[in-house]
Every structure is written in structure tokens, then in C-alpha cells.
């Protein structure tokens, strides 16, 4: 029996080991370490109990609670009630995606390219697979929970205790093991990898969404979600172990359904009907516009939603900036304050730099997007027929121009909807649009690049991201590095004025703009110049 | 007349020579057939032709109309259908189907349906679950519902069961018969030889032979069964006779075309009761080139190459 159901377990087990040597290490460390890292950082910037009392009331407010939950010990606000309150939800948040991602990769999506079939026709049991894939996924769970666990409490801080660090890292691995439990269910009712992640997914957001409603509105609610468990720990104030058992215990059932359904199911199929989709293409779809829409369609909805959500969160601490600033020291430097202008003002418009830092991203991704089709042999369709190179190439330069507006405009948007609801003496919400659209000559640059990387050099488009990060850290943390400025000058949103706090200046907008054409010109004619790798 | 045209076509990726002048002609009405072994540069060659590669040198026309500069005004009357069918996960071959017809700028939804009814194609189901076959049937309905003046097939039935090989068939021939061309790379040698007019071999990027089949045929050797009433002596020793084999009380071998005259005399005198001859296969022709290539690499082992 269990021979029939288990067999060579072990050694499919160090076989998924093998194959994710890379991606498992590359998770775990940068999740530890971003974590430890945020802890230190922390412990920097607030060394005192007066600034971290401050900062506690700053963080009273519903949309701080939706985003980061309700906070525990927020009256005596030590460094680990402020770890556990700032970063355990959504740390435990990425542990469920990378959980979700690991499962799915290794059943539906093994399943889907037939690799568990060759598998299955070896003398392996029945559940050996599945079984391997969960026992692999939880491994990598409990080992985050001890990296986390004494990698904090390593950093020797006086709040957060062994116990306090262990329960931290043990919140982290049991939303961890619940989210494998979820992705091995929904692998086994949906007969697609694309259509597993998307309800696991599903699940992940509607727990984060259930629980930031109940937070806001009523506790209770947030207990039918596994990130209010993880909350309900109330790690480095009260210690609570008995919701980690909870979520274990839930994760084991949906483990043992898993299991089950898998016995009774057919190879290559899922218990959700996938239902037949259309016979023919509805007219929007027929062109490469049309098509490339459709293609970035859910990708592009998604950032729009979190990018909305990001806005507001820091829309939401805005009002609090100058009593904030008066108390922490170091925000100072940051910000360098100025005469005449308020430092809420300010601050915005600091705010704005990374805001439109990160509403690059969808629009490079738009934009990557064409040379990711190559990469998949799906660009010779549309160029055989036809198209030609700039018809195709405008495709997707207008999806990733407009996202780059379109993500500007939400996230200024919920940044100033999420400011005016918070803040009394509320700043209009014309300004938060202003500040916002004057990064897009940047934007314009940066998608410049992109392009002409694609035209003229595919191999090196990684570089674009690089220039990013390097964007970021000597534009918006040049004041805190003190780093010289033409540091700041070697990039775009370094020549962008503080508008409106600051008068606007044309030179420098127009003469981006120009590099972004000279770019974008390139980038065509080398596009048509190239071969097409498929 | 030449539909299309190639001349002394080269290509190199980096230090590999791909195509090292390719000469390739396709007329009006006509079905090419491309072949040659793996890595020999057909998909090189067909790239080049749809303007997605460019040559280094050498020069290529198609319908008069130079293949690169002018690439959209001749996809406008090309059909394609790659080797390896990529598609869209989120998209249903219906709907990659009416997509891929659109971008050639001709509509023709009747040939569609029906085309879609021969190939046995469920086109509500998104490409993701389709098996390798059925990616390649998307494209050969959407090609097929083309209306086009030139067909470009690359191994177009490598994942195809023997009946929708045989639809396929079925649609090369109706193309034909309209006097439509079409040029047919190839590893199913018995495709080729039943579909195809003219032939090209490439090898190492260079076409070594070229022709109609029976003039291909020409050049190259005849099975002969042959049985007599005194065993033939020293058959092995004439000239232009090769892999011989007993079968029974009959032998059987290969002769070279232009010896043929000579051994049927010198066989005769051993009193002939069974003479059968077959014309050589496509595959022995194939073999012919492929395992001189196999065995001049092994001679030439250590040199220069
Ligand atoms: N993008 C590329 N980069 C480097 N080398 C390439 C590239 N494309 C093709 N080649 C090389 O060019 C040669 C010809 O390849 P090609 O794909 O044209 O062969 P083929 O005749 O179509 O083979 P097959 O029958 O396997 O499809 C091969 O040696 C191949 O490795
Ligand atoms: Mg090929």
C-alpha cells in the first residue's frame, strides 16, 4: 500500500532539492536578510524610546492599519513591537507567494509539460511527487522560520528575545506552510499552472484584504484570515504560540485533502472543469496593439491595484511628517528641509521620487515584453505576415509610455486620496498630480533605454535595471549618503525639479526629452536593422 | 517563371557558419522540397527568406521584390508555419487562428471553418493545453486559410499523426492545383518525394544537389533483386555494385545508374529467374549524401576541415 503510494519519496525529494539549489538558498537569504537588515535599520533610526513613542502615533491611522495591521505594544513601542508591527505581515505576505511559487513549480507546472509523466512511469509510488514537493516546500519553511528566528535575535536587541525571535520566524514559516498546503490543493483543481498560481493568489490576496477590512473595521473578521493569526501571535509583546498551531493545523488538512484528490485524479487533469474559451477573437484583439493588450492585460490591472495601495500607504503617513521630522533626527538629513515651504510639501515631493521610480517598473516591463516574445519564438509570427518591425516595435512602446502615465497618475492618485482623508489641513489633490506628472520626462528616459537596448544591443537590456537601483540610491537616498551631485545628475529623475515647491524648470525637462527621442529614434532603427531571434 | 530566388546566400552566428552560399529557385506552381540534416541551415535559409534574419551576402527576391527591404509587401502573399509552434498560453487557437489571418491583411472565414473541421482542431481551448500537434495545426489552419501566393512550411509536420499528415497532404495538393508554390522543409522523406516537384539537399549550409526527383534518381543507384540458376561469382568485384546481400536463393544490391547496362549483362549469364528493381527512395538518396558527409568527417579526423 504506502509502497504503492510512496515509494523513491526521499529521493524525488533530493531530486527537487537539486533542481531548485539555486532558487531556494537565493529566497531564503533575501528574505532573512532583508528582514535582519530592517530590524538593524530600525535600531538605527529610532535608538530611543521617546522617537519610537512618536512614531507609534503616527502610525495610529486606518490606512496604516489596513496595510501593515493593528499593531500590538504600541503604547510601550519597543523596537520589537515595532519590527512585528511594521514587517510581519508583509514579510509573511512574500513567504506565501515564494510558498505558492515553489509548489506550483513543482506539480501543476511539472505536470503541465509532462515531466511528472516520465516521472510516474518510473517504479515511484503514486503521492511520491506531490508528497516530495511538500515535504521539500516545508523544509525550506521551517528553515526560514529558524534563519529568521536567530538571525534576529543574533542582532542582540534588548525587545526582541529569543523567544520572541523564534515565534517571529515561526509566524513567518507556519503562513509559509499554509500556502503550500493552498498551492497543492488548488494544483490538484486546476488543470493549468497559470490557472493554480492565479487562485492561490486569489486566496492570498482575499486573506490580506479580509484582514485589513478587519482591522479597520472589526477584529473579529480578521480571524478568518491566516495573516490575523500571524498578527494574533502579538510576537515581542505577548508571545502568543497557540495561533501557530492553528495555522498548522489548518495548513495539515488542506495538505491531507491535496493528497487525496491527487489519488483520485487522472494525470493532466484538475477537478475544476477548465471551461472552453472563445472559437474566435473578438475584433479588439486582432492587431498587435490589440493583442499585446490583452496579453499585459492582467499584469498591468495588478500594478495599477498595488501601486494605488503604495501610493496611499505613503499617503497615509504624510500628515504626520512634521511632527515626525521635528523628533527623528536622521529624516532630516534625508530631506535637507528648506525655507518657506512646509516640510509636509516637502516631503512629497521627495515621496514622488521613488513613487515614480517605481511606476517605471510597468512601463519597462511593457516594454521588455517585446523581447521576451522573441525569446519565446512568438515575434516571427507577427512579422511573418504582414507587419513590419516599427508597426510591431509601437506596440509596444504605447502600452509601456501609457502605463508609465497611466501607474503615475493611480499611484499619485491614492497617495493624494489617502494624504486629504488623514490630514487636515489637507494639501489639493491638483498637487499630488503635478509632482507626480513631472517625473514623466524621466519615465521617458528610462523607456528610451529600453528601447534602444532592444534595437541595438537585446544582450545587455539588463542594464536598464541596473540604472534604476542606481537611480534610487543616489537620487532618493543621496541626501541621507551625502553622496556629491552630478552622482545624482548622472540620472534622469536627478534633472527633474521639485515642482510645484519649487519653480519649474523647462531646460532640463526638454532637454530629457530630447534624449528620451534620440533614444527611442535609435532604438527604431536598430530594431529594423537586427536579425529577429524567433 | 521564379517566384522565388536565392543567390550565393551566407550567414554566420558568431564564428559558425550557417549558410555558406546557399543557391535556391522555386517557380510558379511549383513544390520545392528542402532537405538535409539537422543544423544544415533550412531554418537559417527560411528565416533569411521572411526578412527576420538578415544575410551577410548573397542576394534574395521573392515575387520580384527584395526579401528584406521590402518584407511587408511580400508577407502580404506569404503563408508561414514554423518548425517549433510557440504560442500564447492565454489565447485559444480560435483565437490565434483569426489573430494570425488578420496580420496577413485577407480574410477568408469559410476556408477557416473548414479547415479547422479537416484538422480535427478544437479551437475554444486555450494554446497552453494544447499537445505539440495540435500547436502545429493552429498553424497550419491559419497558413492554409490564407490566401497565398507562396507557402513557407518549416518541418510543418513533425508532431502530426499519420491521418492529419495525410489532411495535409490533401491541402498542399489543393494549394497546387490552384498554381500556387510552395516550399516544403522536411525530415519525412516519403512527404517529399510524394508532394514535391523539385528537390534542394543542403548540407553544411551549402544546397550539393538540386533537381527533379527522377533526375536526382539519375545520379545516384537501383536496387536490384535478382535471383539465378548458378550462383553469380565474384558479383562483388564489378564495378559500381554495392552492399550486397543473399536473400534466400536470390541476392540482393545496389548498382550505380550508369553501370546498370553493364551488370545486367554480366548477371545474365548466370541464367536469370527472378530479376525486381526499385527505383532508389528519396531516403537512399539521402542516405547517399548523408553517409558520405558521416564518412569523409571520419577520414578527414584530425585534418584541416
Ligand atoms: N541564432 C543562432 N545563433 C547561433 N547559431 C545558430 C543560430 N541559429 C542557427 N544557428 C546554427 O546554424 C546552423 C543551421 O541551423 P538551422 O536551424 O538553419 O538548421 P536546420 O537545417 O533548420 O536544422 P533542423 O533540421 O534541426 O531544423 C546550426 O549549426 C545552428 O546551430
Ligand atoms: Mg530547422
Redesign the interface.
Known amino acids: 500500500m504506502s509502497k504503492q503510494l510512496y515509494a523513491h519519496t526521499e529521493r524525488l525529494s533530493r531530486f527537487i532539492i537539486r533542481r531548485d539549489r539555486i532558487r531556494i538558498p537565493i529566497w531564503l537569504f533575501s528574505l532573512t536578510i532583508a528582514s535582519v537588515a530592517t530590524a538593524l535599520a530600525l535600531a538605527n533610526l529610532y535608538p530611543n524610546q521617546e522617537e519610537r513613542q512618536a512614531i507609534a502615533k503616527t502610525m495610529i491611522n486606518p490606512a496604516t492599519t489596513a496595510i501593515v495591521g493593528p499593531g500590538y505594544g504600541l503604547d510601550h513601542y519597543t523596537l520589537g513591537a515595532m519590527m512585528a508591527h511594521q514587517m510581519l505581515g508583509i514579510t509573511a505576505f512574500v513567504v506565501g507567494i515564494m510558498s505558492i511559487l515553489l509548489v506550483v513549480r513543482h506539480t501543476r507546472a511539472d505536470e503541465?509539460h509532462g515531466r511528472i509523466e516520465i516521472i510516474r512511469s518510473l517504479p515511484t509510488g503514486r503521492l511520491s511527487h506531490l508528497t516530495a514537493t511538500i515535504l521539500v516546500v516545508c523544509g525550506v519553511n521551517v528553515l526560514l522560520a529558524f534563519m529568521h528566528g536567530f538571525g534576529l535575535y543574533l542582532l542582540n536587541i534588548e525587545s526582541m528575545d529569543l523567544e520572541g525571535s523564534l515565534l517571529y520566524g515561526a509566524a513567518l514559516g507556519a503562513t509559509g506552510l499554509f500556502f503550500t498546503a493552498i498551492g497543492a490543493f488548488f494544483a490538484q483543481l486546476s488543470?493549468?499552472s497559470?490557472g493554480t498560481i492565479g487562485l492561490s493568489f486569489a486566496v492570498l490576496g482575499l486573506a490580506y484584504l479580509i484582514r485589513a477590512v478587519g482591522d479597520v473595521s472589526n477584529q473579529t473578521l480578521s480571524w478568518f484570515s491566516p495573516f490575523g493569526w500571524v498578527q494574533g501571535t502579538e510576537v515581542y509583546v505577548n508571545n502568543y504560540w497557540w495561533p501557530i498551531f492553528l495555522t498548522v493545523g489548518i495548513a495539515f488538512v488542506f495538505i491531507i485533502l491535496a493528497l487525496y484528490l491527487n489519488v483520485r485524479r487522472d494525470l493532466e487533469s484538475g477537478f475544476l472543469p477548465?471551461k472552453?474559451?472563445?472559437?474566435?477573437?473578438s475584433s479588439f484583439?486582432?492587431?498587435?496593439l490589440g493583442?499585446n493588450l490583452?496579453?499585459q492585460r492582467t499584469g498591468l490591472l495588478a500594478w495599477s491595484i498595488g501601486l494605488f495601495v503604495f501610493g496611499a500607504t505613503y499617503g497615509s503617513v504624510l500628515g504626520d511628517t512634521e511632527s515626525f521630522f521635528e523628533e527623528v533626527e536622521i529624516m532630516q538629513e534625508l530631506l535637507r528641509p528648506k525655507e518657506g515651504v512646509s516640510l509636509t510639501e516637502q516631503f512629497l515631493t521627495l515621496l514622488m521620487t521613488i513613487i515614480s521610480m517605481v511606476c517605471t517598473i510597468p512601463a519597462l516591463m511593457a516594454m521588455f515584453k517585446l523581447k521576451g516574445e522573441e525569446k519565446?519564438?512568438?515575434t516571427?509570427?507577427?512579422?511573418?505576415?504582414?507587419?513590419?518591425r516599427t508597426h510591431l516595435m509601437s506596440s509596444y512602446f504605447i502600452i509601456s509610455l501609457v502605463s508609465g502615465f497611466v501607474m503615475l497618475s493611480i499611484a499619485a492618485l491614492g497617495m493624494g486620496i489617502a494624504a486629504t482623508t488623514a490630514m487636515d489641513n489637507g494639501i489639493a489633490l491638483s498637487m499630488f498630480m503635478k509632482a507626480a506628472w513631472v517625473y514623466l520626462p524621466a519615465i521617458c528616459v528610462m523607456i528610451g533605454i529600453a528601447v534602444f537596448l532592444i534595437g541595438v544591443a537585446p544582450k545587455l537590456t539588463g542594464l536598464t535595471w541596473l540604472y534604476l537601483v542606481y537611480s534610487y540610491v543616489v537620487v532618493y537616498l543621496g541626501g541621507l549618503f551625502q553622496f556629491p551631485d552630478w552622482m545624482a545628475k548622472l540620472s534622469p529623475y536627478g534633472h527633474i525639479p521639485k515642482w510645484p515647491i519649487e519653480d519649474m524648470a523647462f531646460t532640463p525637462v526638454a532637454m530629457l526629452t530630447m534624449i528620451a527621442l534620440v533614444l527611442i529614434g535609435s532604438g527604431y532603427i536598430g530594431y529594423n536593422?537586427?536579425?529577429?531571434a524567433? | 517563371m521564379a517566384i522565388l530566388e536565392a543567390r550565393r546566400l551566407t550567414k554566420k552566428f558568431g564564428h559558425i557558419t550557417a549558410l555558406d552560399g546557399v543557391d535556391l529557385e522555386v517557380n510558379e506552381g511549383e513544390i520545392y522540397g528542402f532537405i538535409g540534416p539537422n543544423g544544415a541551415g533550412k531554418s537559417t535559409t527560411i528565416?533569411i527568406l521572411?526578412?527576420?534574419?538578415?544575410a551577410d551576402g548573397g542576394e534574395a527576391n521573392i515575387f520580384g521584390k527584395d526579401v528584406w527591404q521590402d518584407?511587408?509587401?511580400i508577407?502580404?502573399r506569404?503563408a508561414?508555419v514554423?518548425g517549433?509552434v510557440?504560442?500564447?498560453?492565454?489565447?485559444?487557437g480560435?483565437?490565434?487562428?483569426?489573430?494570425?489571418v488578420?496580420?496577413?491583411?485577407t480574410k477568408n472565414k469559410s476556408r477557416r471553418d473548414e479547415l479547422i473541421q479537416k484538422f480535427d482542431l478544437?479551437?475554444?481551448?486555450?494554446c497552453?493545453?494544447y499537445s505539440k500537434g495540435n500547436r502545429q495545426k493552429v498553424?497550419l489552419v491559419a497558413a492554409f486559410s490564407a490566401d497565398a501566393d507562396l507557402y513557407i512550411l518549416d518541418e510543418p509536420t513533425s508532431g502530426l499523426d499519420p491521418l492529419m499528415e495525410r489532411v495535409f497532404q490533401e491541402c498542399v495538393m489543393d494549394v497546387k492545383r490552384e498554381g500556387k508554390s510552395v516550399l516544403l522543409s522536411s525530415h519525412i522523406l516519403s512527404e517529399v518525394e510524394k508532394l514535391c516537384d523539385k528537390v534542394g539537399i543542403i548540407r553544411k549550409g551549402k544546397i550539393i544537389e538540386t533537381g527533379t526527383l527522377s533526375e536526382l534518381r539519375h545520379l545516384t543507384r537501383t536496387n536490384l533483386l535478382v535471383e539465378t540458376k548458378q550462383p553469380i561469382k565474384s558479383l562483388g568485384e564489378l564495378k559500381g555494385v554495392y552492399d550486397i546481400t543473399a536473400q534466400g536463393q536470390a541476392v540482393k544490391f545496389q548498382v550505380d545508374t550508369e553501370e546498370l547496362d553493364s551488370v545486367i549483362r554480366y548477371v545474365s549469364q548466370f541464367g536469370v529467374i527472378r530479376l525486381e528493381s526499385a527505383p532508389p527512395t528519396l531516403e537512399d538518396l539521402f542516405m547517399r549524401y548523408y553517409e558520405g558527409e558521416a564518412h569523409a568527417e571520419r577520414a578527414g579526423a584530425g585534418g584541416a576541415s
Open positions: 503541465e488543470d493549468s497559470r477548465s472552453p474559451g472563445r472559437k474566435h477573437a484583439l486582432l492587431s498587435p493583442l490583452r496579453l519565446n519564438n512568438r516571427e509570427h507577427v512579422l511573418a505576415r504582414a507587419v513590419s536593422k537586427r536579425d529577429i524567433g | 528565416r521572411l526578412g527576420i534574419i538578415k518584407a511587408v509587401d508577407h502580404k506569404i508561414y514554423p517549433d510557440n504560442l500564447w498560453p492565454n489565447l485559444t480560435g483565437e490565434v487562428i483569426d489573430l494570425f488578420k496580420l496577413r491583411g478544437d479551437p475554444s481551448k486555450k497552453h493545453a498553424a
